[in-house]
Structures are given as structure tokens and as C-alpha cells.
């Protein structure tokens, strides 16, 4: 399983991936909702993502004023019917027609919508009765799109929490419910008859809080652990995110929808909570937030499903004052409602964090160096603080940082001062070998000494 192993090496990379070289991520996606009554008009909260990595929302509605914002912004939008909607959708094709005609005829493509939910977490709410409608409710939206010459363009699914599973550790032996397989086997049919995807809400900060050892914070935060075996396929997980969403693939898989894609729909971290809380913090929401997105921006994958990754739509722009519960529920969201950070995790495209695509902040164009052969390594005496952040830079740049990832030939020794040296020489093999390339900020030099071992190979030296 190759997972980034630092926690600010996450978000760093993340960071620099996102901000320095100013692109965005299709699969990096963001909850907007609106249970608040101080939140900035739309106009503003386009502006806000357009200055962001993020290039698609979901709303928990379908609010014309903000479907209409977001138009020829190419931001993709996933809009929703409400569970409320689903009875008269379901039982009357008309009411799906209306709503198709009223909610996306008018704003698309203008608006790019991309996928219609069908209500939210319907399958945990044990309402049988609404369960059976769901299914009805997206044919009859499906056929609505059709006829409006939308079909294809526009998917129709519905959002589940991970309670639909009956188990889900270890991720090999995820099912689903049995009580609700006929429904879901209803549903699954309809998501690869037509190409939508299955989407999921999970979330470690839940299994953190029913499980609130540290190793299991770490497990949930993407930070240094022991990893987790499992007993099943023998693949160890390093964290709860991937093994979350292995479980649903396992328990799709076992279905026989293995063609069925997941979408995170959401999962996030609270960043402040009452104080029989466990778990809230800002160090663990930005820890969460920022390790995720380095980890998806690695395109490492799941080990059932790995080098790509799925869409995430964290959770959440901004907080909802109006959300009942404890203070956990309305603390969830990375900006304020004037438009500034909660917390930083790298996402603004305008941060200036470096001088150049290629010199680490604060660095200076130092004196030329003798040669270009040879390899690029730390200096004596730097700090592990500095090394950190070499590899943090050097990582997010886009070179192929998985040899020094769990797995990795060059993953031992698991230090600080190993990884920095792989990544820092990398970068420079992969430059166009200036001086500046093996600077970082006057903590690198170059060096005939070839620092390969065993089966780690630096590439470099002399051609």
C-alpha cells in the first residue's frame, strides 16, 4: 500500500501541488450547504472556488439563484432532490418532468451540472416505505432527462451513509445489509445500466470517536502508524480512509457491480466541538483535510482500486449555524462567511508560497556549481525541520515520490533525512540541472558520492 508517510508532507504537497503550480484537481470537490443565515451571496462563493483548487460542489438542493452563479464557470455542480421529493417523484413521471424542467432545463450547460442525487442517506432512515420508492423516483428523473435530450450528459444516483453495510473490517469482507440487498441490488442495477456512480459519506472522524486510542486517530489522520492487516486479502492499510472505501468496493464487488465507480459525496473533519467531544480540533481538521487531498493528489489510489482516485467532495465550505446538535455539527467548514480560511490546507490557487516553480521559499539564486553531474543532497548539519520541508516541496512537484512510500525500494530507512535526500535528488535529476535546482534554501548540495543502497537506486551522476 503506497500512502504518503508525513503528516505535513501531506499537506505541504498538497500545498505546493495546489497553490505553485496553480491547478486544479477534477477530483477534488466541495459540500456547499445552507443550513446557515450568514452566508456570503453565491456571486461571492463562485469567486471564492475560482480562486481555489476545488472544480466541483454539491448542493443539497436546487437552488436556481446558486445553479445560476456557477454558470460558464466550468465548475461541475451535483444538485439534489430532497427526500421529500421522492413520493411525488416516484409515483408521478409529470412531477419528474416539472422538476427536470424547472431545476436543470433552464441553466444547463451554462450551469455544469453533472449529477442529480436522488435524496440523502434514504437507505438508513428505515423508512421502508421511502426505500422502495427510491428507486422509481430516479427511473422517472432518469427518463425526464432523456426526454429533455439530457440523458448521458447528466447522471442520476443517491447518496449513502456507510451504514448500508453490514460489515466493513476488514475491508475484504465488506457487505451490504441484507435487510436492505434487495433494495440496494435494485439500485446498483439501475447505477451500471446507466454509467452513475455509487456514492458514499464515510467518515474516520466517526470511527476515531467510537475508538479514541491514538493509534487510531493516527490510523483516521493519514499520519505514521503500524498499519492495519487485513486478515483477508493481507493488504495493510496505513489509513481508515482507504479502508473505508475498500470495504464498499469489496461489498460491490461481491454483488457483482465491479464496473460500478465510487464518489466520496462527502466525509471531513470538525474543527471544534463541545467539550465531551472527542476528537474536534483545528490540528486534527486541517491534519485530516490537507493529509486526504495530498493523498488523492498522489493518485496512489486504494489498493483495490489504485493509480487513480475517486472524486472526494469534502465536507464542508462553510459552516451551518443553523444545524442542530452538538457544536461539531456546525464546525465542519474550511472558510468563514467573509471568505477567509478557518484553517489553511493549501487550497487557494493565489498563495504565494515560493519564488519560482523550482526554488523553495526564501531561497537564494546561490553561486554557480562546478558541475551538473553528480547527485543532489543535504547538506551537514540540516535540520530535520528544513529536510521536511525539502520533501514537502520536492514531493509536490510532481516527480514520482512512491519509491520512498510504504512498499517502496527506498522506503527504508524510514527517516526523515532518507526520504528528503531521494526526493531532493529527484527533483534535480528531473530539472534542467541549474544551480539553483539543487539549492533549497542553501540546504543542498551536489556530490560525486553515489548515496544508492541496496535496492534504492538514485538515478543522477554522470552521463
Partial sequence: MAVLLYTSWFLSLLFFSFTSLARSQSFIGVNYGQVADNLPPPEETVKLLQSTAIEKVRLYGSDPGIIKAFANT???????????????????????KNWIDANVVPFYPASKI???????????????????????????????????????????????????????????????????????????????????????????????????????????????????????????????????????????????????????????WPYKGDNDEVGPSIENAKAYNGNLMAHLRSMVGTPLMPGKSVDTYLFALYDEDQKPGPTS??????????????????????????????????????????????????????????????????????????????????????????HATYAMNLLYQTSDKNPWDCDFSQTATLTSTNPSYDKCSYPGGSS
Fill in 329 to 418: 455539527e456546525r464546525s465542519f467548514g474550511l472558510f468563514k462567511p467573509d471568505l477567509t480560511m478557518v484553517y489553511d490546507v493549501g487550497l487557494s490557487k493565489t498563495t504565494s508560497h515560493q519564488n519560482t516553480s523550482s526554488t523553495p521559499k526564501g531561497s537564494a539564486t546561490p553561486a554557480p556549481m562546478p558541475t551538473k553531474d553528480g547527485w543532489c543532497v543535504p547538506k551537514a548539519g540540516v535540520s530535520d525541520a528544513q529536510l521536511q520541508e525539502n520533501l514537502d516541496y520536492a514531493c509536490g512537484q510532481g516527480i514520482d515520490c512512491s519509491p520512498i512510500q510504504p512498499g517502496g525500494a527506498c522506503f527504508e530507512p524510514m527517516s526523515v533525512a532518507s
Fill in 74 to 96: 466550468g465548475i461541475g455542480i451535483m444538485i439534489a432532490a430532497s427526500n421529500g421529493d421522492i413520493p411525488g417523484m416516484a409515483s408521478d413521471p409529470n412531477f419528474a
Fill in 114 to 268: 453533472i449529477l442529480i442525487n436522488v435524496g440523502n442517506e434514504v437507505m438508513s432512515y428505515n423508512d421502508r416505505n421511502q426505500m422502495t420508492q427510491l428507486l422509481p423516483a430516479m427511473q422517472n428523473l432518469q427518463n425526464a432527462l432523456d426526454s429533455a435530450g439530457l440523458g448521458g450528459k447528466i447522471k442520476v444516483s443517491t447518496v449513502h451513509s456507510m451504514a448500508v453495510l453490514r460489515q466493513s473490517d476488514p475491508p475484504s469482507s465488506g457487505s451490504f445489509d441484507p435487510s436492505i440487498g434487495d433494495l440496494l441490488k435494485g439500485l446498483l442495477e439501475f447505477n451500471n445500466a446507466t454509467g452513475s456512480p455509487f456514492a458514499i459519506n464515510p467518515y474516520p472522524y466517526f470511527a476515531y470517536r467510537s475508538d479514541p486510542r491514538p493509534e487510531t486517530l493516527a490510523f483516521c489522520l493519514f499520519q505514521p502508524n503500524s498499519g492495519r492487516v487485513d486478515s483477508g486479502s493481507k493488504i495493510k492499510y496505513t489509513n481508515m480512509f482507504d479502508a473505508q472505501v475498500d470495504a464498499i468496493r469489496s461489498a460491490l464487488d461481491a454483488m457483482g457491480f465491479k464496473g460500478v465507480e465510487i464518489v466520496v459525496a462527502e466525509t471531513g
